[in-house]
């Protein structure tokens, strides 16, 4: 069965930092693309950032470029999302994605969500 | 960036209506990177359709998407009691990744 686990999620301070981890299981992690997409409380989805199969291409929403970092081990088949200078603004539930197999480019659908981890940003 | 804007922002029908969705974009996808998902509270979302007209494994085939270029349309056939639930687009052509505002299917 093809599963995301996410784990790092919390409470953090305005100006901190967290890193996400989702440890996948049940596919060939280092074929798929992987993202993260947000959903603040009572609020809509929003993409955050995607990483390729080889990890070396990545894209972010503009709000968290230059303080998010997506990364990825394959040899763990693990996901993270390193998370630096948090803003209230960043508080969401926070969901690991795979991809679909991409026909043409990089990036596709989203088939396989986590449950997703809470962060947290209050003083 | 492309905006996505869905609508109606709430759909009311009874069990058994058809229900149509929209999802509009701020300019031509360019093809039919597009995808629908289906959230249901307090759980994670789920993907519906992709390529705007192609249904994800285990989706029944009373959910279909058409559409390109910059309209799209998702159609539930017959409502079933576990289809009243929101529905978001999204498009995966050019980064950033965005996705629509959502559309609330409740019962009448």
């Known amino acids: 069965e093809v599963q995301l686990l996410e784990s790092g999620g919390g409470l953090v301070q305005p100006g901190g930092s967290l890193r996400l981890s989702c440890a996948a299981s049940g596919f060939t992690f280092r074929s798929y693309a992987m993202g993260w997409v947000r959903q603040a409380p009572g609020k809509g989805l929003e993409w955050v950032s995607s990483i390729s199969g080889s990890g070396g291409i990545t894209s972010y929403i503009d709000s968290v470029k230059g303080r998010f970092t997506i990364s990825r081990d394959n040899s763990k088949s693990t996901l993270y999302l390193l998370m630096n200078s948090l803003r209230a603004g960043d508080a969401a539930v926070y969901y690991c994605?795979?991809?679909?197999?991409?026909?043409?480019?990089?990036?596709?659908?989203?088939?396989?969500w986590g449950r997703g981890t809470m962060v947290t940003v209050s003083s | 960036e492309i905006v996505l804007t869905q609508s109606p922002g709430t759909l009311s029908l009874s069990l058994g209506e058809r229900a149509t969705l929209s999802c509009r974009a701020s300019q031509s996808l360019g093809g039919t990177n597009l995808a629908w998902y289906q959230q249901n509270p307090g759980q994670a979302p789920r993907l519906l359709i992709y390529g705007a007209s192609s249904r994800a494994t285990g989706i029944p085939d009373r959910f279909s998407g058409s559409g390109s270029g910059t309209d799209f349309t998702l159609t539930i056939s017959r409502l079933e009691p576990e289809d009243f639930a929101v529905y978001y687009c999204?498009?995966?052509?050019?980064?950033?990744?965005?996705f629509g505002g959502g559309t609330k299917v409740e019962i009448k």
């Open positions: 999204q498009q995966y052509g050019s980064s950033p990744f965005t």
């Open positions: 994605v795979k991809c679909l197999p991409a026909v043409t480019g990089i990036w596709t659908a989203s088939d396989v």
